[in-house]
Nanobody, 119 residues
């Protein structure tokens, strides 16, 4: 069973930065594709970023491209989301998720961490 725990959320002013972490249990972290998603109040959950098993492949939603950077440390079993130039519209609960099978299904999810960006 994969367990994911996010941390690093908080309140920040527009233009500021935050770094989210996602710690994973188990010894096969390097075999998971890791994704970041977010859900704002009253909105559906949306994709934010994805990183391949080895870290060489990354993709982002258009809304965060150029501002957010996804990374991972397979020794520490942790994925990261560096968020710069934050905007009020980035306010949401951020979730990390593990795609174990590689079919873009994200079978395992963390509990989420709140990010609030004030204007």
């Amino acid at each position: 069973q994969v367990q994911l725990v996010e941390s690093g959320g908080g309140l920040v002013q527009a233009g500021g930065s935050l770094r989210l972490s996602c710690a994973a249990s188990g010894r096969t972290f390097s075999s998971y594709i890791m994704g970041w998603f977010r859900q704002a109040p009253g909105k559906e959950r949306e994709f934010v970023a994805r990183i391949s098993r080895g870290g060489g492949g990354r993709s982002y939603s258009d809304s965060v491209k150029g501002r957010f950077t996804v990374s991972r440390d397979n020794v520490k079993n942790t994925a990261y989301l560096q968020m710069n130039s934050l905007k009020p519209e980035d306010t949401a609960i951020y979730y990390c998720a593990a795609d174990v099978t590689g079919r873009d299904e994200y079978e395992h999810w963390g509990q989420g961490t709140q990010v609030t960006v004030s204007s």
